[in-house]
């Protein structure tokens, strides 16, 4: 029998909604594409959308900004972590963080995860305790979200605040309450490959309204915070407005309107996210020497992405399963690479970091573990075609 082929592409995104093509045409023809640029009395389209967004994920402020990661290094800034300070933050991440870290010349510590790819609760308790850390920086990795009662709990008993990086968790709920409204500050993303896009983007979340303030005056407002939605009250900025510095990293017209036309359609998505996501959790956790962990029953989640491990092959195997997999078209990536790939990298392999850790659990469980994305491009029969890849794949290395 001829081999299954899969011939879809994993980076492919869905076009941007008619009506935010419309938008984003109308304003490149007043050629007003700061969000400043404004005529008497109207409203611009990055205002909006902060408070858009404020509503949606239930919180005060909104700051809409440049990047993801910008929006992590500014919500360290704003929580006062100063150079030199450590912040503690799960190994299990992307770069951006360490570099959000790096970027406000403060030094990360690294918490081991557990085999749910959460942040390891005993080894952040601990770390709370010993490493002098006042800040965590919780990136709740490819949508997994840990027991948030807990980790308030360690926080609040140590003095910690809480940072949270919800790049992956836009519309994720712990317990019913939204990924981003445990912590005192939180960052988003809009970059393309996440749940809203607009190229690149990010949003701050606060219900701290003097955090909320230096935020917006350090985003670039000049004196021009009023033009800001969900944003606090004159005499909040009045008493900030010139002690916070000018970080610029604002948004503009043309991608707070792509990112209006989506944010209404959001909620849908995630339904059809999880759709493809539960029928690959279905369909590989079937196949033997396949280990998916099981979500608790308190999370919410956005299947964009699934990871999986193999615990039947040798790890030495594994790169070339994954180009087995390649071949026919199924795209994954291996978190246990020695050296970075694309998008992927292991916390080891960021050498600018002083005194790197050896973290042997969370080293144990990325050396077996694959990741792939999850479209919206794809359907339910995509899903049925990518695990008879992987299974036929698989099988040829167990027998
Ligand atoms: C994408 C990402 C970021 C940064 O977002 P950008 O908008 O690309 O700057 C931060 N953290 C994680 C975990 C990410 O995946």
């Known amino acids: ?116 790819y959460h942040i390891d609760l005993e080894d952040l308790a601990t770390k709370s305790k010993n490493s002098g850390a006042k800040y965590l920086l919780l990136s709740h990795m490819r949508g997994h979200i840990a027991n948030m009662d807990r980790i308030v709990e360690i926080c609040n008993h140590e003095g910690i605040r809480l940072i949270e990086d919800c790049a992956h968790t ?122 998916i962990p099981k979500r608790h029953e308190k999370e919410f989640y956005v299947g964009s992405s699934i990871q999986f491990r193999l615990d039947k092959i040798g790890i030495n195997q594994i790169p070339q399963f994954v180009d087995e997999c390649s071949s026919r078209g199924v795209e994954l990536k291996w978190f246990g690479a020695s050296e970075p790939k694309a998008f992927t990298s292991r916390y080891d392999s960021w050498s600018y970091i002083k005194n790197l850790p050896v973290l042997p659990i969370t080293l144990s469980i990325l050396d077996r573990t694959l990741d792939m994305r999850i479209p919206l491009t794809f359907s339910s029969e995509d899903c049925k075609i990518i695990i008879q890849v992987i299974q036929s794949e698989i099988e040829k290395f167990q027998d």
């Open 170 to 291: 836009m519309g994720s709920k712990w317990r019913g309450i939204r990924s981003g409204n445990f912590g005192l500050v939180s960052a988003f993303s809009t970059q393309t490959y996440k749940h809203i896009n607009s190229g690149e983007g990010g949003f701050l979340t606060t219900n701290d309204p003097e955090l909320a303030a230096k935020a917006v005056v350090s985003s670039g407002s000049y004196m021009l915070y009023g033009r800001h939605g969900a944003s606090p009250a004159e005499k909040i900025f009045k008493k900030i407005r010139q002690h916070a510095p000018n970080y610029s990293g604002r948004m503009d017209q043309l991608r707070a309107s792509l990112l209006r036309s989506q944010l209404p359609r959001l909620e849908k998505n995630i339904v059809r996210w999880n759709v493809l996501y539960d029928l690959l959790f279905e369909g590989l956790s079937n196949i033997d020497g396949v280990v």
């Open 1 to 116: 029998m001829a081999k299954i082929k899969f011939t879809k592409s994993f980076t492919q995104q869905e076009p941007i909604p008619a009506d935010g093509i419309v938008l984003a045409t109308n304003i490149m023809q007043t050629g007003r594409l700061h969000r400043y640029n404004l005529e008497e009395g109207e409203e611009g389209q990055a205002s909006m959308l902060e408070t858009e967004f404020s509503t949606w994920q239930e919180v005060d402020y909104c700051l809409a900004c440049t990047s993801g990661g910008y929006a992590i290094q500014l919500a360290l800034r704003v929580c006062g972590v100063k150079p030199g300070d450590k912040v503690l933050a799960n190994a299990y991440t992307l770069a951006p963080v360490p570099g959000a870290i790096h970027n406000v010349s403060a030094e990360p510590v690294f918490v081991e995860i557990n085999a749910n």
